[in-house]
């Protein structure tokens, strides 16, 4: 049975979107923007960074044809403070938004804003997730909060309106008609931003089969023991210790001996599942019948628990990405169709890099190298040649000045992020040879901590919950599972970092109690 989606409400704005303009020809010569963000998309889970795991052919498309960033990180691995960064191309400190609970403040400076002032028309569809209503849209319509998976609502405007159908899927049918119903007269940047494959995980129900039984390996270091990571033996972020057998493995268990340690979780995993309809919900029932079964005969068995609790994370968020994909492949497809290629600019990144395992962990949050890491993929064939990549050191506050400067615009002085154009017109003469990490929030006893990242060596200072300090080698030590902090044969390095870390705080205004 296939979920089809039809929407309850149509967009209503549509009609208004269509109206003629009286725009300057000039700006038609302008390139379109397309940037699609994913919510917790590992660069792990994607063919064009790590073949082992899940084939992404649409967004290997954007690799092939475009650049393909291998060490692009973020300023601060959480959902809205990552948003907020890209948006204002400044750091979280300067933006008002250092972790979920705090709301962006919309009568700052962001690109979209400054886009649309420069005579694009601008959209943003799906998970916004800033608390504040969008500013700087001439269309937006958005989930409220982290959203649904299932029939979800959204925000239109300002009016609650409910879709049918799964998430990812109404998200890119509403991109698409918004594409077809834009002024084409003016250049326009169209941020599609996915919920999935956030936590807890719930796929396309078309896709509640696929990699059934795919015995994914546990990665090298699942069993971290955390020798010399004080911040890690405090955190609630374990694969094999922290996940709820409701929420995050869909047994419908309130009574058996499970692992729950947030309390909330089976309150959550049931009130989703009520969006469904009897048929939807029959069909969901059916489909983790056998991960039940399962679970009652391999429950008692350490190893074996350990390894089905794995399987069962990754088989619903790789689920999430085929849905992703999907998504992708019929953007590009509108684009192609449509004469559209050529002059559309198109990136592909996650909101933060997620761990599948490593360190034993699920989620984000640390400046370990999963978590910190995430895709970027830029397609734009006037200016990109097909299968570039690069090595440099990127992150998500280089977004905004990227796209200012691709649509011809100056930059302004207190955006804190470099173009990444000169990246692909070969001018790494003056690129930084560090970057700056800061991570603010205590949930899920996370600590926070910032670090300073070098190509080769990571230096991190955990403080408040925990105070401790790690230093990583990671040509030596790719995996983070040897912290060198004490070592004296590294002291002089931990120096030069420590120094750099004191330059990067200066230099982006960064006030370290
Ligand atoms: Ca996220």
Request: hydrophobic content about 35%; aromatic content about 12%; some cysteine.
């Amino acid at each position: 049975m296939k979920l089809t989606i039809s929407l309850i409400v149509i967009c209503s704005s549509m009609s208004v979107i269509s109206c003629t303009s009286n725009q300057p020809k000039n700006t038609s010569e302008k390139p379109n923007i397309v940037f699609i963000m994913s919510d917790d998309h590992a660069y792990q889970a994607i063919s064009a960074y790590n073949s082992g795991l899940i084939k992404t052919p649409n967004i290997d498309k954007i690799a092939n044809q475009g650049m393909k960033f291998n060490k692009a990180f973020v300023t601060n691995s959480i959902c809205a403070p990552s948003r907020a960064v890209i948006l204002t191309g400044k750091f979280s400190h300067l933006n008002g938004v250092p972790g979920n609970d705090q709301v962006f403040d919309g009568n700052q400076q962001t690109f979209p804003k400054i886009l649309q002032q420069n005579g694009y028309q601008t959209a943003m569809i799906g998970k916004w997730h800033l608390k504040s209503h969008p500013t700087g849209f001439d269309y937006w319509n958005v989930l409220p909060g982290q959203g649904d998976y299932y029939n979800p609502d959204f925000i239109n405007q300002g009016k609650d309106t409910v879709y049918k159908g799964y998430v990812t899927d109404v998200i890119t049918e509403l991109s698409i008609d918004w594409l077809k119903n834009r002024d084409k007269n003016k250049p326009f940047c169209l941020m599609m931003h996915h919920k999935a494959p956030h936590r807890s995980w719930m796929p396309a129900l078309k896709n509640l089969e696929l990699f059934d039984d795919v015995d994914f390996p546990l990665p090298e270091n699942f069993y971290d023991e955390y020798n010399g990571k004080e911040a890690l033996k405090v955190q609630m972020l374990t694969v094999k210790d922290h996940m709820d057998v409701r929420m995050d493995f869909k047994i419908p268990c309130d009574t058996c001996d499970t692992v729950s340690v947030n309390s909330w979780a089976p309150g959550e995993y049931w009130r989703r599942l009520e969006r469904l309809s009897p048929d939807e919900r029959q069909k969901w029932d059916e489909a983790y019948q056998k991960e039940e079964f399962e679970f009652y005969e391999v429950k008692e068995d350490e190893s074996k628990y350990d390894r089905w609790k794995f399987r069962r994370y990754m088989e619903d968020y790789l689920r999430c990405i085929v849905s992703v994909d999907e998504s992708v492949g019929l953007v590009l497809d509108y684009l192609k169709e449509n004469g559209l290629e050529e002059n559309t600019l198109i990136v592909y990144t996650s909101d933060q890099g997620f761990f599948l395992g490593e360190h034993g962990l699920f989620d984000k949050r640390f400046m370990y190298e999963e978590a910190m890491r995430t895709p970027l993929l830029i397609r734009y064939p006037k200016e990109i040649k097909e299968k570039s990549q690069t090595e440099v050191l990127t992150q998500n506050l280089d977004i905004a000045a990227t796209l200012l400067d691709v649509a011809g615009i100056t930059i302004p002085g207190d955006m804190q992020g470099e173009s990444l154009r000169k990246l692909w017109q070969n001018d790494v003469s003056e690129w930084r040879d560090a970057i700056y990490y800061h991570y603010y929030e205590k949930g899920f006893g996370a600590t926070p901590h910032y670090g300073v990242r070098t190509d080769r060596y990571k230096l991190i200072h955990f403080y408040d919950v925990v105070d401790s300090w790690e230093f990583y080698d990671l040509e030596t030590d790719p995996n983070e599972m040897h912290n060198l902090y004490t070592d004296p044969g590294y002291a002089r390095k931990i120096r030069e970092l420590a120094e750099k870390l004191g330059e990067l705080q200066k230099k982006y205004k960064d006030t370290i109690q």
